[in-house]
């Protein structure tokens, strides 16, 4: 089962990552972005299209009964634990992803409160956390694009005070630890790290702007 969860999580990302960004790399501030909330993968009012799918198509079916289905069960299940396993937290880090991406979506094809409410709370638990594991900084960089999906994608349902300690959190435990020399050896690098600790960090960055 959690290999299957796997395969559909990877075959959802392919089918909904759409990209409308313009940047101007040269001198920062250039850079617009006007897109309200969400804007980040699927635009306000972008969930009528998928519900269309899922209706009249038995793959899209299929994979968003799964992710409610999954999402169902993330809701009886305790909020993610600052563990760290040796030097890394990156299985939490990629747990967080996967529960904040499909409670994201549930909500948005839904509506259910439920979703909303047990997004909103593990997303506070994680802001709670000491900090993201910046000397392993994958763990940051997946945490990171985890809490922005949650913020972006529910951000005109959750409280002040909650978008304050999220948005916080993304700053001070994601995007700044980047910035530090000790922590960023990933932009130089020629392996995953580069492109996921990017990903990580812009996510963060669109999520805050």
Request: with cysteine.
């Amino acid at each position: 089962m959690k290999h299957l969860f796997k395969q559909l999580f990877g075959s959802f990302i392919l089918l909904t990552f759409v990209f409308d960004l313009t940047a101007q790399v040269n001198n920062k501030a250039d850079l617009q972005i006007t897109q309200p909330h969400p804007r980040i993968l699927l635009f306000k009012g972008e969930e009528a299209n998928l519900v269309s799918s899922i209706t009249k198509d038995p793959v899209w079916s299929m994979l968003h009964n799964a992710i409610i289905k999954e999402s169902d069960r993330i809701i009886t299940v305790a909020p993610i634990k600052r563990i760290q396993i040796g030097r890394r937290l990156l299985d939490k880090s990629r747990e967080a992803l996967k529960r904040l991406f499909y409670l994201s979506y549930a909500y948005r094809t839904t509506n259910d409160q439920k979703y909303l409410v047990r997004a909103e709370n593990e997303m506070l638990v994680i802001a709670g956390f000491s900090d993201w594991n910046p000397s392993h900084f994958l763990d940051v960089a997946e945490m990171t694009m985890a809490m922005s999906i949650g913020y972006d994608w529910l951000f005109d349902q959750l409280s002040q005070a909650s978008k304050d300690s999220i948005q916080n959190a993304i700053i001070k435990k994601g995007i700044e630890p980047s910035l530090d020399s000790k922590n960023n050896s990933w932009l130089k690098a020629e392996h995953n790290w580069n492109q996921v600790c990017n990903a990580g960090m812009s996510y963060g960055a669109m999520a805050v702007y």
